[in-house]
C-alpha cells in the first residue's frame, strides 16, 4: 500500500508538474492581454455567437483553449474572468463533451473509430446542451467564485500590477489544480495495483449488454470511465487490443465515452469553479446512457435488414 501510495504522489506530481505548465502560462496571459486591446477585439467579434448560448463574449476564451488544448487550459483562462455562475455551469457542460479534440480524437481512429464520428458527436453534443441549458435554466445570474480567488477584481494601473496579480491568479490556479490531481493519481494508483478496475470491468459487464454491446468491452469502458480518453489512451487502447472488440462495439462504446468518460477527474476539477457539479455529472451520464442507447438500436435495427436482404437474395 505505501508503494502505492508513494508512487500515485509520484505521479500526481508529474501530472500536476506537466498539466501546471499549460494552466500557468495561460492563466498569466489572459490576465495581461485584458488590460490590452487585442481581447477585447477578439471577444467583440465573437460575441454574437455566444450570446445564442446566453454568455458573454468572454466566454469564447475557455471555449476555444478547452477544445484545443484541454480542460486546465480553459480553467486556467475561466480563472481571470468575471462569469455568472450560469455561465460557468454552461461553459462546464459544453467542454465536458467536447474538449482536447486534437489529442482524444487521435485516440478514437487508434481504437477504430472513424474521425468524423467522433469531432461530429463531441461538437454536436456541447452546441445542443449548451443551447438547452441556456433556454431551461432561468437561475444562476449571481457572479461566479472561483474557490480561494476573489470573484471581483479591482481596477489595476501600471505593468508591475497587472503582472504580479496574473502571477498570484496563475499560482492559486496550480495549487488548487495539485489539491486535486495528486489525491486522484494515489486513488488511481491503488485501483491498478490492487487489481480493482478487472473488478470494475466485471461490474460493468451487465450495463455493456443493456448498452448493446458485448462482454468484452467491458474493459474499454472502465477503462475510459476511470481514466478519460487522452490520459487514459494506453488503458483503452489495450483493452480494444487485447480483448478484440468489434468495430461496432468499439464505436458505440466511444459514443457513451465522448459523453461520459473520466468521470471522477472531470467532474472534480470543475469543483474550485463554485458550480454545481452533480447535475454536471448527471447531465453527463443521462445524455450518454440515451444517445448510446439509441445508436445502438439504430445499428441493430440496420443489421438485421441488411441481414434479411442477404435471405431474400438467397
Known amino acids: 500500500m505505501f508503494s502505492s501510495i508513494k508512487k500515485g504522489i509520484e505521479v500526481g506530481l508529474s501530472t500536476t508538474w506537466t498539466l501546471g505548465k499549460v494552466i500557468f502560462p495561460v492563466t498569466l496571459i489572459v490576465s495581461i492581454l485584458k488590460f490590452t486591446p487585442v481581447l477585447p477585439w477578439i471577444i ?6 455566444m ?16 477544445n484545443f488544448l484541454n480542460l486546465y487550459a480553459a480553467i486556467g483562462a475561466i480563472l481571470t474572468l468575471d462569469l455568472t455562475v450560469k455561465e460557468v455551469f454552461i461553459i462546464a457542460v459544453m467542454l465536458s463533451f ?15 473509430v472513424r474521425l468524423w464520428i467522433a469531432v461530429l458527436v463531441r461538437i454536436g453534443l456541447a452546441v445542443i446542451l449548451g443551447l438547452v441549458i441556456n433556454l431551461v435554466w432561468k437561475g444562476g445570474s449571481e457572479l461566479a467564485k472561483y474557490g480561494m480567488i476573489p470573484a471581483k477584481e479591482e481596477q ?40 480493482w478496475l478487472d473488478i470494475f470491468s466485471q ?18 469502458l472502465a477503462a475510459g470511465l476511470l481514466f478519460g480518453l487522452a490520459m487514459g489512451a494506453g488503458v483503452l487502447i489495450q483493452a480494444v487490443q487485447e480483448d478484440g472488440v468489434s468495430r461496432k462495439d468499439v464505436t458505440i462504446a466511444f459514443v457513451f ?16 469553479l463554485g458550480i454545481p457539479v452533480v447535475p454536471l ?7 450518454a446512457i440515451l444517445l448510446t442507447v439509441i445508436v445502438a438500436f439504430i445499428w441493430n435495427r440496420a443489421e438485421l435488414v441488411k441481414r434479411k436482404e442477404a435471405v431474400y437474395e438467397q
Open 98 to 112: 467536447s474538449h482536447n479534440l486534437l489529442i482524444e480524437s487521435g485516440v478514437a481512429v487508434k481504437v477504430g
Open 203 to 220: 461490474w460493468l459487464a451487465p450495463a455493456t449488454r443493456a448498452l448493446g454491446m458485448k462482454e468484452n468491452t467491458s474493459m474499454t
Open 51 to 66: 450570446a445564442l448560448f446566453g454568455l458573454s463574449g468572454d466566454a469564447a476564451i475557455p471555449l476555444v483553449l478547452g
Open 257 to 272: 465515452l465522448v459523453a461520459c468518460h473520466a468521470v471522477i477527474e472531470d467532474t472534480l476539477i470543475f469543483v474550485p
Open 44 to 49: 467583440d467579434v465573437i460575441a454574437p455567437v
Open 281 to 287: 455529472l448527471l447531465i453527463r451520464l443521462g445524455v
Open 156 to 195: 489595476l494601473s501600471g505593468w508591475l500590477p497587472i503582472v504580479m496579480d496574473g502571477l498570484e491568479k496563475a499560482a492559486l490556479g496550480v495549487f488548487q489544480l495539485a489539491i486535486i490531481v495528486i489525491p486522484l493519481m494515489v486513488g488511481i494508483q491503488i485501483l491498478k495495483d490492487l487489481k
